[in-house]
């Protein structure tokens, strides 16, 4: 069973909001990508973001956000994060990235 988040955009008129996405801790020695078929090697856990409003997979669909958690920590919650800069929906508000944040630091 995932470690796992479910937080969403405010609404609002961007591509955006209301979006709601499942962030997955990923632990040193535990699976990410396609069907968990990678293994975290890295110095420390990761963290993954899916976009919820498509379910081709039990955790939606993978926007390419994944950082290692202690560079998530680094970032200013203010400000969001954009997920891909190629698909203007994806893009974590700045309460919805707050409450990741403050999540990331209570389990990892």
């Keep these: 069973m995932d470690t796992a988040l479910k937080?969403?955009?405010l609404l609002g008129n961007e591509p955006h909001s209301?979006?709601?996405w499942y962030v997955r801790l990923v632990a040193v020695g535990e699976g990410y990508g396609v069907n968990d078929c990678l293994t975290n090697t890295?110095?420390?856990p990761m963290v993954e973001?899916?976009?919820m409003d498509y379910m081709h997979t039990e955790r939606g669909q993978f926007t390419g956000?994944?950082?290692?958690?202690?560079d998530v920590k680094?970032?200013?919650p203010g400000r969001g994060m954009a997920l891909d800069f190629g698909v203007p929906a994806w893009r974590m508000d700045a309460s919805?990235?707050?409450k990741m944040m403050e999540w990331l630091e209570v389990v990892a």
């Design 18 to 20: 209301g979006k709601t």
């Design 65 to 70: 956000g994944r950082w290692y958690v202690e």
């Design 74 to 76: 680094g970032g200013d």
């Design 7 to 9: 937080v969403s955009n």
């Design 49 to 51: 973001v899916y976009d």
């Design 42 to 44: 890295g110095s420390g």
């Design 96 to 98: 919805a990235t707050r």
